[in-house]
Structures are given as structure tokens and as C-alpha cells.
């Protein structure tokens, strides 16, 4: 498509050789005499460059631009003016344009303004195209009272400089929650430092957490500042805590306790003001049982624990979770918004979720490559998504202990019910009407126990 260039200019001779040039070289114009008209034709028929007349009656360039910028903010300008004096291009400047030419107008100025704007307006749109989706990737949606005590917690957490520990399984939204918190706090302008303690190796991370000097180690060539001193007045995300040896503890610690680093290889003590954001997805009382982990670390860290359950002990949150991710990914892609039938519902709700979130998302966006379908049903997930044990076993007709421990409260639940009715019909002969008597529910919800977990007389466990 031809780029859109529209000129606002007060003066009929400007506005006719701008469009000769313009048109000339392919490009779509549109001609405005006044700063109204120019406002009006931007909004209207969105133009990809915008060349603005400072001086015009009644509404001038200047504040022509400021309520572009008001309401347009991608949209690139070039200001023009026959009396440019560097204090207007010095404002103009400051109000977003990015280009200041004079006249008279030169062919070669315009034309090189135009080809540069052009690809600084479809750069700018696509950086905010992608902000936009990081953000919506990044926003915490549930419906779960567990989710909305999370919420709750980042939200008295966040103004505060107190540590936080996030502590749950791998995939349950521990980063998320922990940039949640950097992005409500007085520090969100500030840079949110993400370091994986798993994935540094041993001799890299002190160096990488606190800097060094040139020569303080072999193949330290350069200077280098740490996370710690980069996150200064940020935030620093110290992922899997868990993962630091015990001589990088005691750094942290100190960092913690005295507010100030040194690069390794220097004497001099560097002052930082850093909010500390941790996380793991180990039993931190196990590790620091087995001596892996300081205790005194650990009580610094906690300051505010926030213990994220998984997804199988929240499953409201998933048919909004579903959602949410239908509508990431159709709009990634260009897709319509597939939706799920009320047994595909279901069925994601009887998965098991070892991955939690994480392995949720994966599900459904492979659920939506490989059926391209408006309407996912029960089927299509099961293909998919591996399926809690207990209801199948006891559908294959297997006892469900044979499946191993239950793993959830859900899968013990149903497990111990299920003992707890073999056992009280052995004790009465297999007599329905008895059993239910005693145990006190109606026989009709007996039966419908009986077939659910497929029990018969021959049961043996
Ligand atoms: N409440 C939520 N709403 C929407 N998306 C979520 C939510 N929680 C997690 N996610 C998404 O699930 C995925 C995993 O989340 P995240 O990386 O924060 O998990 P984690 O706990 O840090 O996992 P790991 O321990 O493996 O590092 C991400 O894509 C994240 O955006
Ligand atoms: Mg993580």
C-alpha cells in the first residue's frame, strides 16, 4: 500500500508543490489548510506522516502537534517553518517531532523526511503492537479465591520495600506474580533484573550477581557490573534461590543485611538500594534441613512468603485461564476465537496439571493448532491432555489405590471414599439398603457411588 502523507499548511503554494513532489514519487497526499482541518484528517484517514506549518492562523503548529501526540501517539511528524529559530525546533522537538525542516523546501529534505518517517511510524507501531502483547501475556487472570488472595497479597506487598519469597511448583505463575509486584511498586520505572540461579553455573555467579573488576580472575577482561548494581532503585528477581551455592548465600545475605556490594576483585563497597524478589519451587525447610540452605537466608527472604498453590487445587481458575489464552493466541495469530464445549471443560478440569499453568497454556495452544476448529470438544482434549488417574483406573475397573498414592486432595478424597464404602458394605453383606441406612445417605446416591467408582460385590479392595 502507498503510504499516506498528509500536509497542514496554511499557505495554497506550499500545500500545491508539496503534492507535486509527494505525488510525484507514488506517495498518497492529503492536503490541509489549517490546524483544525489537519486534526480532523489525521483522525479520519489516518495518515503514516504528517508534514505540519508552524505558523498558521488561529490554531498554530505547535499545538497542533501536542494534541496529535495526544491522541496519535505512533504517528510521525515533521514540522516546517519559514522562521525557524532553534527555540521552536527545540519545542518541537520536546512535543515528539521528529524532524524540523525550513523553508523554502527543499526536494531532496522532504523526500528523505518522508522515507525516514515512514519507517519510524511502522517501527513505533510494531513496538507497541508487541507491548501490547507482553502486557496482555503478563496479566494475572483467575477466578480462584487462592488467585484473588495472591492478588491481594502483591498488592499490600508491592508498595513496600519488604522481600518477598514466592514459593510453589514449577509453572504456576511464580515470575509473573513477582513482576506483578515490581510493576505496583515505586520502583516500576525503574529496571526489573531477572537472574536464574539454576541456569548460572557455579564460577560464573558471583561474578554475575556482583561484578568484577578487570583482572580479578582469569579471562575477566573487562569490568563488569552486577545484577545487583544494575537493579539499583529496581528491583532484583532472584530465581530458584534454592539453586545458590553456600558461599553465594552468605554474599546475598550481606547484600540484604548492609544494603551494599563489592565487585569481586575490588575492596570498595558499592552502596545499592535494591528490592529483593525471590523464588523456588523446593521445600525451603526440607533444603535447609539437609543443611543445603541458610536458615538466616531464608528468614531474611521471607519477609512476605506468598505460597502459590497448584493448578489442580484451583481448578476454578481454569475455564478463565482457557480463555484468556484462547483470545492471546487468536489474536497472535489472526485466528477467530476457538471456544471449548462444556465437556472439553471438563475434561481439562479432570487433567492432572503436573506442569501447572505453564503445561495449561501449552495445552491449549496446541489444542488450537491441531484442531483447527471453531468448537473444541471433550474429545480433542483428551487426545491431548493426559487424564487423572483415578476415574480412569476406576473405570477400567481397577481399585484406585493400585494407581500409587493419590496425589491430590481430590484423588484422596475419592480414594477414601471409595475404602470407606467397600468396607461398610462388606461389614453389612452387601446389602444396599442397609449400608446406606447406617452411613446415612440416601440409597440412590449409593447406587450412583456404586457405579462411579465401579464397585462391585467381587471388589476386593
Ligand atoms: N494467573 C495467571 N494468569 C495468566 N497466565 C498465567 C498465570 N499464572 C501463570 N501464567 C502463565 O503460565 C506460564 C508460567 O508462569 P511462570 O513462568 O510465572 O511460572 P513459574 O512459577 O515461574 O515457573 P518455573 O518454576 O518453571 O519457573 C507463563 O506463560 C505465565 O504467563
Ligand atoms: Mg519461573
Known amino acids: ?39 480532523a484528517m489525521a483522525e479520519r484517514d489516518s495518515p503514516d506522516l504528517v ?27 515533521v514540522i516546517v517553518s519559514a522562521h525557524g ?46 507491548r501490547t502483547a507482553l502486557e496482555t501475556r503478563q496479566q494475572m487472570v483467575g477466578d480462584s479465591v487462592a488467585l484473588k488472595q495472591i492478588m491481594e497479597q502483591v498488592r499490600r506487598a508491592a508498595p513496600t520495600n519488604a522481600t518477598v519469597l514466592i514459593l510453589g511448583e ?38 554475575e550477581l556482583f561484578g568484577h573488576e578487570r583482572g580479578a580472575f582469569t579471562g575477566a577482561t573487562e569490568k563488569q ?30 547484600v540484604l543485611q548492609e544494603g551494599e556490594v563489592e565487585r569481586l576483585g575490588s575492596a570498595k ?36 512468603p506468598i505460597a502459590v498453590p497448584p493448578l489442580r487445587e484451583r481448578l476454578e481458575d481454569i475455564p478463565t485461564l482457557v480463555q484468556a489464552f484462547v483470545s492471546q493466541f487468536s489474536r497472535e495469530n489472526n485466528r477467530r476465537p476457538a471456544r ?13 496439571w503436573r506442569g501447572n499453568i505453564r503445561e495449561l497454556r501449552n495445552a491449549i495452544e496446541r489444542l488450537l493448532i491441531m484442531t483447527e476448529r471453531d468448537v473444541i470438544d471433550a474429545d480433542d482434549v483428551v487426545q491431548i491432555v493426559r487424564s487423572e488417574a483415578p476415574r480412569a483406573a476406576a473405570a477400567a475397573g481397577e ?13 484422596f478424597k475419592e480414594w477414601s471414599e471409595r475404602a470407606f464404602l467397600v468396607d461398610k458394605l462388606r461389614e453389612f453383606g452387601w446389602n444396599i439398603s442397609k449400608t446406606a441406612d447406617v452411613i446415612d445417605t440416601p440409597r440412590s446416591n449409593l447406587y450412583k457411588k456404586l457405579e462411579q467408582y465401579n464397585i462391585k460385590q467381587d471388589t476386593d479392595g
Open 1 to 39: 500500500m502507498k503510504p499516506r502523507i498528509l500536509v497542514v499548511d496554511d499557505e495554497p503554494a506550499i500545500r500545491d508543490s508539496m503534492r507535486m513532489i509527494l505525488e510525484y514519487e507514488g506517495y498518497e497526499v492529503l492536503l490541509a489548510g489549517s490546524g483544525p482541518e489537519g486534526l
Open 51 to 77: 508534514f505540519l506549518d508552524i505558523k498558521m492562523p488561529g490554531l498554530d503548529g505547535l499545538e497542533v502537534l501536542s494534541r496529535l501526540r495526544g491522541t496519535n501517539e505512533t504517528l510521525p511528524v
Open 85 to 130: 529559530t532553534t527555540s521552536t525546533a527545540l519545542e518541537a522537538g520536546r512535543l515528539g517531532a521528529f524532524r524540523f525542516i525550513e523553508k523554502p523546501l527543499s526536494k531532496d529534505y522532504v523526500l528523505d523526511a518522508v522515507r525516514e518517517g515512514v519507517e519510524l511510524g511502522s517501527l513505533r507501531r510494531e513496538n507497541r503492537t508487541l
Open 170 to 207: 514449577s509453572g504456576v505463575g511464580k515470575e509473573l506474580i513477582a513482576r506483578a509486584i515490581h510493576k505496583a511498586s515505586l520502583r516500576s520505572k525503574e529496571r526489573f533484573v531477572q537472574v536464574n540461579c539454576a541456569a548460572i553455573p557455579e564460577e560464573l555467579i558471583e561474578s
Open 225 to 254: 557490573t552486577g545484577k545487583f548494581e544494575q537493579a539499583d532503585r529496581g528491583t532484583i528477581f532472584l530465581d530458584e534461590v534454592a539453586d545458590m551455592s553456600p558461599k553465594t548465600q552468605a554474599k546475598v545475605l550481606r
Open 269 to 304: 563497597t558499592i552502596k545499592v538500594d535494591v528490592r529483593v524478589i525471590a523464588a523456588t519451587n523446593k521445600d525451603l525447610e526440607d533444603e535447609i534441613a539437609e543443611g543445603r540452605f541458610r536458615e538466616d537466608l531464608y528468614f531474611r527472604l521471607s519477609v512476605i
Open 340 to 352: 471449548f464445549s462444556p465437556a472439553a471443560m471438563d475434561a481439562l478440569r479432570r487433567a492432572r
Open 399 to 411: 481399585s484406585a489405590p493400585a494407581a500409587g498414592k493419590p496425589a491430590t486432595l481430590r484423588d
